[in-house]
């Protein structure tokens, strides 16, 4: 049995290599030359496909069973998951990326704000402290670029982080199952939602190949590292984590097309490093060993 200190940090690594891999959206989305739907259309169908092979691969026999097994929770899981990148998508339509990073930020605070009203749980004093550190440090990474008058993408950017916070409550509150078949199934009805509007035939060549691992190393594995990191440690402290992602992805897309990023992005980043890199040296798990945790480990 793993002890709760080495399963908080195996949780902590999961969500911080998920924080790594969606930060990689822009660097794809730069190199793959075609429409927004046909692109989510196919990361939809690939990142489904990769979390449904190591579904099977884990569970074999099983696999039926471990879907079954998902419930009214899984259902729940990925209808969000599902309706949030929706209102992502047409979020970033209707209003600019500034104010939906900015509006994303205040995931941490609805997270707890919904764990304690769900579960009774009441997030630690330091995670709640680097959660304001963070949400500064992504305020001055956008300031210069925040408008105004974009109500109802706003809307939208603020009931996407409402759905990402009752995503992750609901994994946490029932980490005695595996939601990984919950993120599955929204990987599929994302590429179903969008199938309409897209042009599937239209992706050829490179494009399909960069579509195929924007799909499995961006969206599936992402959502498979962050479904089972979330079920080991406290969903705010999952939300928090998941802030690295903003000073991430300027970095990646610099590092391969040397796009320099402003002096702002530079200071907001380290700002929300430096506080995701104090919660995680400064908090330590106290939940109770769990039976099976292993095996929740490696499910």
Not at 86 to 109: G, K, Y
Not at 218 to 246: D, K, P, Y
Request: glycine share 8%; charged share 10%; aromatic share 10%.
């Amino acid at each position: 049995m793993i002890n709760d200190g080495n399963q908080s940090w195996r949780g902590v690594t999961l969500v911080v290599l998920s924080a790594f891999a969606f930060s990689t959206a822009g660097f794809f989305t730069r190199l793959i030359d075609t429409d927004v739907w046909t692109m989510l259309f196919w990361r939809g169908l690939f990142g489904g496909l990769f979390i449904a092979g190591y579904i099977l691969w884990r569970h074999g026999a099983g696999t039926a069973k471990a879907f079954r097994g998902i419930g009214r929770a899984g259902l729940v899981v990925a209808g969000c998951s599902t309706a949030a990148t929706i209102c992502f998508i047409n979020a970033l339509r209707e209003t600019t990326v500034a104010d939906v990073l900015v509006i994303n930020a205040t995931a941490p605070f609805l997270t707890a704000a919904l764990a304690w009203a769900c579960t009774g749980h009441r997030e630690r004093w330091t995670t709640l402290a680097a959660s304001v550190v963070a949400l500064i440090g992504v305020v001055v990474t956008v300031d210069a670029a925040l408008a105004s008058g974009h109500l109802f993408g706003n809307f939208l950017a603020l009931l996407m982080t409402i759905l990402i916070s009752a995503m992750m409550v609901v994994i946490r509150q029932r980490r005695d199952v595996s939601m990984l078949p919950a993120a599955c199934l929204s990987a599929f009805l994302c590429a179903l939602v969008v199938w309409p509007w897209a042009d599937p035939a239209s992706a050829a060549g490179w494009n399909f190949v960069n579509l195929a691992l924007f799909g499995t190393t961006q969206f599936g594995l992402g959502m498979l590292l962050l479904t089972i990191g979330t079920r080991l440690i406290s969903a705010t402290r999952s939300a928090l984590i998941g802030a690295l992602e903003t000073p991430l992805a300027p970095a990646l897309v610099w590092l391969a097309f040397a796009e320099v990023p402003p002096i702002a992005t530079c200071i907001g980043g380290a700002i929300v490093l430096a506080a995701v890199l104090a919660d995680l040296l400064t908090t330590r798990s106290t939940a109770r060993p769990r039976q099976g945790s292993l095996q929740e480990v490696q499910a």
